[in-house]
């Protein structure tokens, strides 16, 4: 889906630690309603990417900009949570003592503590999004068992509802179907499509058959700065991203021609 609008803007960013340029003078822009792919071999600046959209490392130079005029380069990762901007890590930090559900109200409540649980009620919308969520995602039949009882697959679906019961308007996503198999992986791709009706969804992946299914564009990363983007069929036959792929090892690219 593609509403056209720039959603989030990068601005001739570069994040360097001790002198190593992760991501190198990089400008791109996220649209509104798009699923957004960043591919590259290990070591491209993906991940680093993320982390600076989000706030968790701060770049040397250059600007993120959210929604054509809110700067976000210096702002603090609560800040930028409470923008719209969310962000699921690779590993899942779903609580394994508490329901599905109750992982949702923690989520929903934005503190994250069990004594927001405890002692904060609710309102009703947000009851209410936590129940279409856990429909959204598949898991409202099993939302009274705790996240032990869930597949991989399962764990990673719950962690995408946590974020989007806070209503955010970009979703960060770093490789979210690692480890699924392709029947979970498919759904997954399902469930960004649906997502992104509402929310529009940038992912680091390296799932090549994955990106190619549901990618609305690809931008793809070499030493941190950006080697070509543009729809996955375009981007696949270029040379220059052929050689980089299989000049590392492939990483699965491969089974992109």
Known sequence: MNMSASILEIRNL????????????????VKKGDIHFFIGPNGAGKTTLLDAICGRVKPTEGNIIFK????????SEHEIVELGIGRKFQ??????????????????????????????????????????VLQTIGLYEKRYRTPAALSHGEKQWLE???LLVQQPEIMLLDEPVAGMGRKETDKTGQLLKEISEECSV??????MEFVREYADKVTVLHEGTLLDEGDMDR????????????GRGGEGYASCG
Do not use: C, W
């Open 202 to 207: 940038v992912v680091v992946e390296h799932d």
């Open 14 to 29: 570069t994040v360097s630690f001790d002198g190593f340029k992760a991501v190198n003078r990089l400008s791109t822009s």
């Open 235 to 246: 981007v696949q036959k270029n040379p220059k991203v052929i050689e980089v792929y299989l």
């Open 160 to 162: 995408i509802g946590m």
């Open 91 to 132: 590993v899942p930090s779903v609580f394994m003592g508490i329901t599905i559900y109750e992982n949702m109200e923690l989520a929903a409540a934005k503190k994250r503590s069990l004594y927001s649980i405890l002692f904060t009620k609710l309102t009703k919308e947000q009851n209410e999004r936590i129940q279409e």
């Open 68 to 75: 054509s005029n809110k700067d976000v380069t210096k702002m």
